[in-house]
């Protein structure tokens, strides 16, 4: 069964820095093709990519984000670490990881976990 | 960068068929995947590539892309199909994924 699950914590301060684990079971992070994604969605939004990382550590970024937003993984570890700086409150939302298999799509997700960036 | 525009609701009554569309510019030269995604769970993968359909995903879903126009299909609906729909691509040009606004279908 292949599964994603997102962890990292729930409340944050401005200014902090956010990182996000995604941790994988039932694929590999080293097969060809395979990415990790993330998204987020806020309080009654709706869904935003943020950033991939693939097999082959090619990492693709929101273009708005992107100076904020950092992405890396460890096969051995099954787990995918998305890292985004200087948080602020619009920044608060669920965040969720999802699979991609190189075809342009995310076929599992993770069930999300929320952050909230408050002073 | 790239925008996906889709209508913000669409109501439908109990068999009858709901037809969700994704609007973008030359859109017909991309492929448009669909997700479903209920209150308080994950998004799910309804249709992929345009018009293909994961395993699990009943045949009452299906989707289209004339070239002009980009329609996720749902017939006979069911009240369990309510939920929020959302269009993805892949845009090469920018090199990265972008969603729809979403729309929340109603099921009367």
């Known amino acids: 069964q292949i599964t994603l699950k997102e962890s990292g914590p729930t409340l944050m301060r401005p200014t902090q820095t956010l990182t996000l684990t995604c941790t994988i079971s039932g694929f590999s992070l080293s097969r060809s093709g395979v990415g990790v994604g993330w998204i987020r969605q806020p309080p009654g939004g709706a869904l935003e990519w943020l950033a991939l990382i693939y097999w082959d550590e090619t990492k693709r970024f929101r273009p708005a984000l992107q100076s904020r937003l950092s992405i890396t993984k460890d096969a051995s570890r099954r787990q995918v670490v998305l890292r985004m700086t200087n948080m602020d409150p619009a920044d608060t939302a669920t965040y969720s990881c999802?699979?991609?298999?190189?075809?342009?799509?995310?076929?599992?997700w993770g069930h999300g976990t929320l952050v909230s960036v408050s002073s | 960068s790239y925008v996906l525009t889709q209508p913000p609701s669409v109501s439908v009554s109990p068999g009858q068929t709901a037809r969700i569309t994704c609007g973008g510019n030359?859109?017909?030269?991309?492929?448009v995947h669909w997700y479903q995604q209920k209150p308080g769970q994950a998004p799910v993968l309804v249709v992929y590539?345009?018009?293909g359909r994961p395993s699990g995903i009943p045949e009452r879903f299906s989707g289209s892309n004339s070239g002009v126009t980009v329609t996720l299909t749902i017939t006979r609906v069911e009240a369990g199909d309510e939920a929020d729909y959302y269009c993805q691509v892949w845009d090469s040009g920018g090199d990265h994924v972008v969603f729809g606004g979403g729309t929340k279908v109603t099921v009367l």
């Open positions: 030359d859109i017909g030269n991309f492929r």
């Open positions: 590539d345009n018009d």
């Open positions: 999802a699979r991609t298999t190189g075809d342009g799509y995310f076929d599992v």
